[in-house]
Nanobody, 119 residues
Framework: QVQLVESGGGLVQAGGSLRLSCAAS????????MGWFRQAPGKERELVAA????????YYANSVKGRATISRDNAKNTMYLQMNSLKPEDTAAYYC????????????WGQGTQVTVSS
């Protein structure tokens, strides 16, 4: 089992940047497929970005494509999400999640970190 803790959220003006971090403990971090989700009040949870076990493959939602970069450092048991050119519609609670198989469900979740973008 893996434990996940997000950090790096906060209040930022539109056009600004943030880097979210997800620190993992427990089983070997490199065995997990990882993802960043977000959920705004009244909206469904959205997969923002995902990354393979060795960072060889990535996925981005259209809503953040070109503005976000997902990365991981398996030696540090940490995943990152760099968000640039932030928009008010990026305001949400951001969660990192982990799964053990490519086609499986995300089974492990962090507690979330709030990102608020002011206009």
């Amino acid at each position: 089992q893996v434990q996940l803790v997000e950090s790096g959220g906060g209040l930022v003006q539109a056009g600004g940047s943030l880097r979210l971090s997800c620190a993992a403990s427990g089983r070997t971090f490199g065995t997990y497929y990882m993802g960043w989700f977000r959920q705004a009040p009244g909206k469904e949870r959205e997969l923002v970005a995902a990354i393979g076990r060795i960072a060889g493959s990535t996925y981005y939602a259209n809503s953040v494509k070109g503005r976000a970069t997902i990365s991981r450092d398996n030696a540090k048991n940490t995943m990152y999400l760099q968000m640039n050119s932030l928009k008010p519609e990026d305001t949400a609670a951001y969660y990192c999640a982990a799964k053990t198989t490519l086609g499986g469900e995300y089974a492990y979740w962090g507690q979330g970190t709030q990102v608020t973008v002011s206009s």
